[in-house]
């Protein structure tokens, strides 16, 4: 059977763009396998091409088979005690069966038998007829519109004015093309499949476009359509189109970076075309932040920067039509902005006409939880986590800077600004701190407090900013888990992991002397009796997040359970004990060490009395214990001031030389001795050996 290419277009209404790539790949993917589950594509050789514009989804496959090959298939039927008598012959039951499956009697003599025993059974092998693709089409397209990541379903009548159908917008163009024949019979959400397409609403040169073959179809849609069909082309166009207009500005200018918005804009034009445009260089005295979000949120806009970062008076925009002139789309675009720009202009204007300490007592006003209080009552416990932190950190400066800050990082809420894009919450802060001439550290602890706002982002830059940025996390932490507030698998509307992360992330990046039980206790009293203590299970949150992170750095699921297994106060010290660690289990003697401290502890835990390391060096009875323990009297001192040095990799290679002692041990001492005293003192023994080994990490998580 000759194989041709596959065409597979749905033509809609414009889609939801956020929501285009993700749709059109899908779209795309679930045909593909679909087909090559039924035995559709000819070879490994079938290749996936992906199409989704503002109205259209749609594949292109190679190597496509007409119909698929037959299959030799072979079903069980029933055990042979069942399906033949005593002689031999079939039973009513067997008739019955091999009847349903199209056979006779005919087919009894054919049967296989399978097994031995009560467990043999009877198999009727036959050949099931390949699938047509026009058939299978229909199937892998039903299966695909039913699998599709809809973000939100709508409902439309069809045009028969009585029937319905559920999609994410309303369809009304299929094509089916196999080479150059059309699968006419495919048909979904009431449309029968045809040759025809639409293309660029207003710059098409033919409406409709009559596709030729299934190879024809990107070509045609862009000569014939004005529509280039993929969205990676599109979105590789507009770059290019966006670099080479930033160049005819020159001054070297460049268009800001944002993947998500060169995504949507991507899923909202047919053909690009870039253009240039201006506004008044008065507005470039408003915090560039406000114009930037105010024209990529609402006008899908690209700002031009300079080359020192700062916003310019000019800005790029994609338009979907190429008119010969082009000055109405400009002046269209500029008019537009203009009064965007002037209400950022305004709300900024009218934000500084008061102080951000004048806004503190509106704070109360804000509801934050009903469990927990307004905003106002949430600053006031930032301020007194963030005091206990900064006494530790530093000195009254540093007391004063972030008591001041946390006392003002939430009052940018209540101003007009944010109110309009809360995404400068924190940003305007600074600002504001700034033009109430406010000290230049707290100003920039107000816009860093909520840093690290995702994965990858950058810490607050300043001691006063990490202090109340911890502060404010762990309010968050703390307050949440106290009320029983806590993340599900797939929810975590106060985003309690990413809290929990930015609280990580700053102890160990900025290497702070802060126990991690210490800071959560020192959380608890600002809630009063608003919580419960809930910070085992908050301990073993962040250190589930701490675990996960560390894998994802590429240590070992082995290596972190092992330094993870003695919860380590200090998170800035886990980097060096899990280093240490790789490095001690690279030594030869680290797998008998890890066997034997797996039985110490061991029998340790099965010990009748809670076990002291302590030892009376006048019960050591048997050499072998002797030589044990002169071996730590020798080793265990070095090991442990260079375990309080903070080398950790030197402490434990220290520990290797205890190898030979131990194994001696072990092969020589019985521990559980008849005489009580000899026994308690062997435990003793162990037990110092036990705590010598496992500061740095649970040596017997190491054991294989």
Known sequence: MNASNLLVELFVEELPPKALQKLGDAFAGVLFEQLKAQGLLASST?????????????????????????????????????????????????????????????????????????????????????????????????????KLPIPKVMRYQLQDGWSSVNFVRPAHGLVVMHGTQVLVSVKTLGLTAGNATQGHRFEAKVSPVVIQNADSYAEQLREEGAVVASFTERRADIVRQLQAAAERVGGGVRPIEDDALLDEVTALVERPNVLVCEFEQEFLNVPQECLILTMKANQKYFPLLDTQGKLTHQFLIVSNITPQDASAVIEGNERVVRPRLADAKFFFDQDRKKTLESRVEGLGKVVYHNKLGTQGERVERVRAIAKAIAQQLGDARLVQQADQAAMLAKTDLVTDMVGEFPELQGTMGRYYALNDSLDAAVADAIEDHYKPRFAGDTLPRGQAGVVVALADKLETLVGMFGIGNLPTGDRDPFALRRHALGVIRMLVEKDLPLDLQGLLNSALPAFGDKIQDATPALLDFIYDRLSGSLREQ???????????????????????????????????????????????????????????????????????????????????????????????????QTLAALRAPVDAFFEHVMVNAQDEALKHNRLGLLATLHEAMNRVADLSLLAV
């Open 46 to 146: 079938a290749r996936l091409t992906a199409y989704a514009s503002p109205r259209r989804l749609a594949a292109h496959i190679t190597d496509v088979l007409p119909q698929a090959e037959d299959k030799a298939i072979s079903q069980k039927l029933m055990p042979v005690a069942v399906g033949l008598d005593a002689e031999g012959k079939p039973t009513p039951a067997l008739l019955k069966k091999l009847a349903a499956l199209g056979a006779d009697a005919s087919a009894v003599a054919h049967l296989q038998r399978e097994g031995e025993g009560k467990a043999e059974a009877l198999f009727y092998a036959s050949t099931a007829k390949g699938v047509v693709l026009a058939d299978g089409v229909q199937k892998a397209l039903d299966e695909t519109i039913a």
């Open 554 to 652: 590429g240590f070992s699921a082995q290596e972190v359970e092992a330094v993870m297994a003695l919860r380590p106060q200090r998170l800035a010290d886990v980097q060096k004990r899990l280093d240490a660690v790789r490095a001690f289990a690279a030594l030869s003697e680290a797998q008998a060490l890890a066997t034997a401290n797996k039985r110490v502890g061991n029998i340790l835990k099965k010990a009748e009395i809670e076990v002291q390391p302590q030892v009376n060096e006048a019960l050591l009875a048997e050499q072998a214990e002797k030589d044990l323990f002169a071996a730590l009297q020798a080793v265990a001192p070095k090991a442990q001031q260079q375990f309080e040095a903070g080398d950790y990799t030197a402490s434990l």
